[in-house]
């Protein structure tokens, strides 16, 4: 089973700051790695997938870049909406599919 | 648009049986295979099982193997998880999630999920 290591547990940022997340699988995916985005009480809201595509709808200052065992979500700028926990998900060796066990981007 | 509506989720006793519904609308539910996830409370994302488009095969995550069946009815749109010999340790929200078109009866990337059902297991 591929392990996902998500780092840091809690990013404490200011509205305006720039957000970067660590995502590290214990063995090699390619790309085949998603991130999302949850918020209390929501369903996941799937950001990037195959690591560095956008999905339908999500905002430009949201990217991902990464491939192997290494991967960022990178938040250019922070707006109040994005506070929130975020995902990544690996589907490359299955099953099973994993997910790491989240950061959490609180405000500072 | 697409809509998951998961429903049948409650509180039971250790041991139990239940069975989740996941109504799906919006899209050809027939050609998609379609994945569980849950989340246990203040927890992560757990995959747990995935039903290809024709019913015919089916992969489960290793908590769940020998406890839970993931089917579905086409002609309901339906989506089921049977759950049986249920552990305090199944406590979540049980998500339905339906994958992206490009990996549609694989391992794949989710951007639509339900609105997940509780299961809570306490005695």
């Known amino acids: 089973e591929i392990v996902l290591t998500q780092s840091p547990a809690t990013l404490s940022l200011s509205p305006g700051e720039r957000a970067t997340l660590s995502c590290r699988a214990s063995e090699s995916i390619y790309i085949y790695l998603a991130w999302y985005q949850q918020k209390p009480g929501q369903a996941p809201r799937l950001l990037i997938y195959d690591a560095s595509n956008r999905a339908t709808g999500i905002p430009a200052r949201f990217s991902g870049s990464g491939s192997g065992t290494n991967f960022t979500l990178t938040i250019s700028s922070l707006e109040p909406e994005d506070f929130a926990i975020y995902y990544c998900?690996?589907?490359?060796?299955?099953?099973?599919?994993?997910f790491g066990g989240g950061t959490k981007v609180e405000i500072k | 648009q697409v809509q998951l509506v998961e429903s049948g989720g409650g509180v039971v006793q250790p041991g139990a049986s239940l069975r989740l519904s996941c109504v799906a609308s919006g899209f050809t539910f027939s050609r998609f295979g379609m994945h569980w996830v849950r989340q246990a409370p203040g927890r992560g994302l757990e995959w747990l099982t995935l039903i290809r488009y024709d019913g015919t095969i089916q992969y489960y995550a290793d908590s769940v193997k020998g406890r839970f069946t993931i089917s579905r009815d086409d002609s309901k749109s339906t989506l089921y998880l049977q759950m049986n010999g249920l552990r305090a340790d199944d406590t979540a929200v049980y998500y339905c999630?339906?994958?992206?078109?490009?990996?549609?009866?694989?391992?794949?990337?989710?951007?639509?999920w339900g609105q997940g059902t509780l299961v809570t297991v306490s005695s």
């Open positions: 999630a339906r994958p992206d078109e490009s990996c549609s009866n694989t391992a794949c990337h989710f951007p639509y």
């Open positions: 998900q690996q589907r490359s060796s299955w099953p099973p599919v994993t």
